[in-house]
């Protein structure tokens, strides 16, 4: 960015609530929640910030964020992050898992779990919700070839959103807490993973071969290639990711996602791969290995301006039903983390539902 517009990025942000929430986070948490039907570029150029700064730094990062670009993202959902950013500092170190998330992600909260009695069915898909009047009264499971009903005390669906829409009952949706899930939508993504013989974002050409893994670990941003954010994940997740003999593999976002959702995969490979030699051109003398493609059509609900009034609570106008997931109301964005806000949410709820009768 020229020193122009990073001026006018300074004068923008520094005219924004972050300033306020230094000393008042939740009154400047007010002041961005109120500024959900506006796009992030249509409040950004209210507040002088230019094109050059929405083009080389903003954009990138809301492709990151949503998979959608600045003007069609909600200026609540980007405020909210920098708000997070300025005022807890734990939030803005980027962090990436040791290793596969099956490892260091979804086994130790199964231990958890499984520690305490909790049992896990997978390949169970619920064929209804069954219901009498406002409470449920137990879903029908298709389980070992057969269907069956599972009868609880209270009914959790921690979905997505095309999971959630397939999920509630027709009935439901005279409820505008559950009609309103049906205005939102998803947003596609593609996903590319690269293995090469040598280190990717290694610039001296003399150690791109060396066996020790070398180059830049963290995750990165580009304005200039058509995968906002990508990361060598043998640098950062080795443990299981690094592997002796080979070298990085690169995996990078494609945002946004819908050019590449009909594209074949051996096409989609060679875009990427060329923009990789464009954004690290010593890497051109590396050897492709091995390559993967994974492709959602719907993925991460879409943020965009005006969609915050349609996100339900957790609590629902069903008296044992609940939602999670982090299209639900909480202030994060979708993702893990707005999963876990979303999940810590639903449980308060339930507490608060149960908590006379346990007592």
Not at 297 to 310: F, H
Not at 318 to 340: C, P
Request: aromatic share 10%; with cysteine.
């Amino acid at each position: 960015m020229s020193w122009a517009d990073k001026l006018r990025n300074a004068i923008a942000l520094g005219t924004s609530p972050l300033i306020r929430g230094l000393l008042d986070y939740e009154g400047a948490m007010g002041d961005i929640r109120a500024l959900d039907r506006v796009s992030f570029a249509a409040w950004f150029r209210r507040h002088g910030g230019s094109e050059g700064s929405l083009a080389k730094l903003w954009n990138p990062i809301a492709y990151a964020l949503g998979f959608i670009d600045t003007e069609n993202i909600s200026a609540r959902c980007m405020l909210t992050i920098f708000q997070m950013f300025a005022t807890k500092t734990e939030a803005s170190k980027l962090n990436l898992l040791k290793g596969s998330p099956d490892t260091y992600l979804h086994g130790p909260i199964v231990k958890y779990l499984t520690d305490r009695g909790t049992k896990i069915h997978t390949r169970c898909p619920v064929r209804e919700v069954r219901f009498e009047g406002d409470r449920v009264t137990g879903l029908t499971v298709y389980q070992d070839g057969q269907e069956t009903t599972i009868t609880a005390d209270a009914y959790v669906a921690a979905c997505d959103v095309p999971g959630v829409q397939r999920l509630l009952p027709a009935a439901w949706r005279q409820h505008p807490e559950f009609d309103n899930i049906y205005q939102l939508s998803a947003v596609p993504v593609a996903t590319v993973q690269l293995r090469f013989d040598g280190w990717v974002t290694e610039f001296n050409p003399a150690h791109q071969k060396q066996t020790a893994a070398t180059g830049l670990d963290n995750l990165l941003y580009t304005a200039d290639a058509e995968f906002s954010c990508f990361t060598d994940l043998a640098l950062s997740s080795p443990a299981d990711y690094y592997r002796e003999g080979e070298g990085s593999l690169l995996q990078a976002v494609l945002t946004p996602g819908d050019p590449f959702i009909a594209m074949p995969q051996e096409q989609i490979v060679e875009r990427v791969l060329a923009q990789v030699h464009e954004l690290f051109p010593s890497a051109r003398s590396l050897q492709l290995r091995w390559s993967n493609v994974v492709k959602l059509a719907q993925s991460l609900y879409r943020e965009a301006p005006g969609m915050d009034v349609y996100r339900p609570n957790q609590r629902t106008p069903i008296a044992n039903f609940f939602l999670a997931g982090s299209y639900t109301q909480q202030d994060y964005i979708d993702s893990m983390e707005g999963a876990t806000l979303s999940g810590r949410r639903c449980a308060q709820a339930i507490a608060q539902v149960y908590r006379p009768a346990l007592n």
